[in-house]
Structures are given as structure tokens and as C-alpha cells.
């Protein structure tokens, strides 16, 4: 079996490389290419070019990079018509992926494609899933509320569960030898997520630097630790030194940086966020948090007018609660988010039980998501070929 596969940022990676393993796990021999990672080209795959060439996010960065942007595109297109796999799955990245399964389908209606993460219709741009729909066979959902979307633009969609719900946790040991290893002690614990793209990191890292300027002199006790995504380290990096308050920024490249960034989770008080699936990971730690996201004027215009929720942030949705909070677009400024923290310090405000909830209704204790994933994706490719 040959499977063609795309990925375009961290947590694509994570999903596709759990895929990977569920469908080497049920179909062994399978072999893969495509686009990815460093997670998915563990698990076995092939990359045609570094994945971060891809993850791009807002309307003016990808304006920006359009042209090579569409020469990737038509690239990727290309290698999938030539390979003709038995399946070509795309893992999120809509703006790239959804092109790329255009001009495939086009070209070559043999193929059957799957998308892994369904659009958020839910919150903006409703219009997206029949737009999708004559070029998408399949949509395998994260969420258990997206399924009904996509099924009535007429594609087949699983819901496959979470991959957050199986990944291992910090245990309260690992933690507390975290805080001694860095000398936080019994001192209150901040964590700090800036994003994994470089344009979220260059957008947010100063209104977080600002929002420690007038955290600090409050709770001067407050320790600060950072968590750089690989992708972004550097920028961290630079941004974190011109913070108060000296934080600890984890290394990515690190040989227990996975470890480390668990115990981090685990033993942080509160967490000050990019919106993101990163809300999820932070649940799984039990970690309370408030969720702080901006875009560019353009972006916050467009997106602004379309967005049908009250709210973005995952923990909030899943759970069915506004217990989390988030400043988002304009309201992503340093002094409520400032706030928020103190009061999160404080008193969780129902945050924890919205936490388990969440987890619950992704799938904790059940089959793993990605052989879940697995599962459906074989599934329908046998039933596409009865």
C-alpha cells in the first residue's frame, strides 16, 4: 500500500506520524512519501522539502509568500499524480493542502483523498466544506461536533478522537524535580507559549513581554518558563531576552526536551497562550491558562466579520463552557490579559473541571486517535474500491 501524505506544522506532524504508525500498525508494509516533519519522517517518510517552507499563517504572510507558495503547491501536485498513490491524506494546513487535493483530483479522479482535521466551519467560513466537498473524499474530525458539518456537504467524516488524549503526562515527581532543577521551588509558575509559527511569535512576543512588565511588579514572586517550539526557538530565544523576570526557555534540541516540556506542563500554576491546539495539551496537564491571540490589521478585519463562535479557544468549545480567557484581535492587549492571570492565579474559576470534561469527550481512555484515524482511512478506501 502506498500512501502520499502533507503536513505543514508541528501538530500536523503529530497526527501524521500517529497516523503513520496505526497504518503500519494494520496494513504492515505500507510505505509513505509526501511532505512532513520530523516526527512523521521518523515514523518513515520521505520529505520533498522542509515542512516549515509551508506554515504560513494569515491572509498578509501568504500574500507575501504566494508565489512559492504555488510553485510547493504544483510541486506537490505533480509528485502525487506521478506516485499515484492508493491514498493521498492531508493533515490540516487547509490554504496548502485543499489546493494541492484540487489539482490532484483534477488531474486524476482515481485517487482517493482524505483530509485529516476538518475545517473549523463551526467558527468561520461555513462555505468551506462544499467547497471542499468535489475534491475530498474524506474528513477525519479531532472534535466530536464537527462530523454533522461535514456530512451534509456530502463527504464521508470519522471522528477519530484527539491525539492530546494519549500523549504521556508529567507525573507531580517529575514536576517538582523540574521546579528544583531551575530553582523555582514552591515559587508560582507561569508558562509562557508564544506560538509555533514565526509570524505568531513576531506578533505576540511583545505583548507578552509587556503583559510580565505589568504582571511582575504585582507578583513579584512569579517565575517564568518558555517552552520554544523547534521551529521558532530562535525568535523565543531573542524575545524572551528582552522580558523581565529572566525566563527559563526551554531548549527544543535538547536530548530530554520532550520530558522536560511535560514536566514544565505539569508543574506550571498558569499558562498565557497562543489560541491553538496548545489550549489541549495544557488541559491534559490540568494546567489552567488565558488564551491571547493577534493577527494583522487586514486578517483581524476579514476574519473579525466572519467568525461565528464567542469563543476560539478548544477547552471552551469541547466543553460546552466560556471558563477560559481569551483576548482575541483587539482585545489581545497587555493590560487585561495582565488581569486575567492574577485572577486565574487566584482562583481557577471552574477551570480544571472544564479541563477533565474536555478530555473526556476527546477520547481519554479509549483507542488511540491515530490508529482511530488509521482504521477510517483503510476503511474507507475499502469501501470506495466494493
Not at 78 to 102: G, M, S
Not at 144 to 168: I, L
Not at 203 to 208: G, H, N, Q, T, V
Not at 227 to 232: F, I, L, M, W
Amino acid at each position: 500500500m502506498r500512501v502520499f501524505t502533507i503536513a505543514g506544522e508541528p501538530s500536523g506532524d503529530r497526527l501524521g506520524a500517529a497516523l503513520m504508525a496505526g497504518l503500519k500498525e494494520l496494513s504492515p508494509g505500507v510505505q509513505f512519501t509526501g511532505v512532513g516533519g520530523p516526527l512523521m519522517e521518523g515514523a518513515g517518510l520521505h520529505s520533498l522539502f522542509p515542512m516549515d517552507e509551508i506554515s504560513i499563517m494569515g491572509i498578509t504572510e501568504i500574500l507575501k509568500e504566494y508565489r512559492a507558495l504555488k510553485a510547493r503547491i504544483r510541486q506537490v501536485a505533480e509528485a502525487v499524480i506521478a506516485q499515484k498513490p492508493d491514498v493521498l491524506v492531508t493533515v490540516d494546513l487547509p490554504e496548502f493542502c485543499l489546493r494541492v487535493a484540487k489539482l490532484v483530483r483534477a488531474a486524476d479522479p482515481s485517487i482517493r483523498i482524505c483530509h485529516y482535521v476538518a475545517p473549523t466551519v463551526w467558527a468561520w467560513r461555513p462555505g468551506r466544506a462544499a467547497k471542499m466537498a468535489p475534491h475530498v473524499d474524506q474528513v477525519l474530525a479531532l472534535l466530536p461536533f464537527e462530523a454533522p458539518y461535514m456530512e451534509a456537504a456530502g463527504m464521508r467524516c470519522d471522528f477519530v478522537g484527539h491525539p492530546v488524549v494519549t500523549e504521556p503526562q508529567a507525573t507531580e515527581a517529575e514536576a517538582e524535580a523540574f521546579r528544583a532543577a531551575h530553582g523555582i521551588g514552591s515559587a508560582p509558575l507561569l508558562m509562557v507559549l508564544p506560538g509555533s509559527r514565526r509570524s505568531e511569535v513576531g506578533r505576540l512576543a511583545p505583548i507578552f513581554g509587556e503583559v510580565l512588565r505589568l504582571l511582575l511588579p504585582r507578583r513579584p514572586d512569579l517565575r517564568i518558563v518558555l517552552p520554544a517550539a523547534r521551529s521558532v526557538a530562535p525568535l523565543v530565544r531573542e524575545a524572551a531576552a528582552t522580558w523581565p523576570g529572566k525566563p527559563v526557555v526551554l531548549d527544543p534540541a535538547a536530548p530530554d526536551a520532550a520530558a522536560t516540556k511535560r514536566a514544565a506542563f505539569t508543574a506550571a500554576d498558569v499558562a498565557l497562550a497562543a489560541s491553538g491546539t496548545v489550549s489541549l495539551e495544557l488541559a491534559a496537564s490540568d494546567t489552567p491558562m488565558v488564551i491571547a491571540y493577534d493577527m494583522n490589521w487586514l486578517s483581524r478585519q476579514i476574519i473579525g466579520r466572519m467568525l461565528r463562535t464567542d469563543t476560539v479557544t478548544l477547552v471552551n468549545l469541547v466543553s460546552d463552557t466560556r471558563t477560559v480567557p481569551e483576548f482575541i484581535g483587539t482585545n489581545c492587549r497587555p493590560g487585561p490579559i495582565a488581569e486575567a492571570l492574577l485572577q486565574t492565579l487566584a482562583d481557577d474559576g471552574g477551570q480544571r473541571a472544564a479541563l477533565r470534561s474536555t478530555m473526556d469527550r476527546l477520547g481519554a481512555g479509549g483507542e488511540p486517535p491515530g490508529l482511530r484515524a488509521a482504521r477510517a482511512v483503510l476503511d474507507g478506501l475499502a469501501a470506495a474500491r466494493a
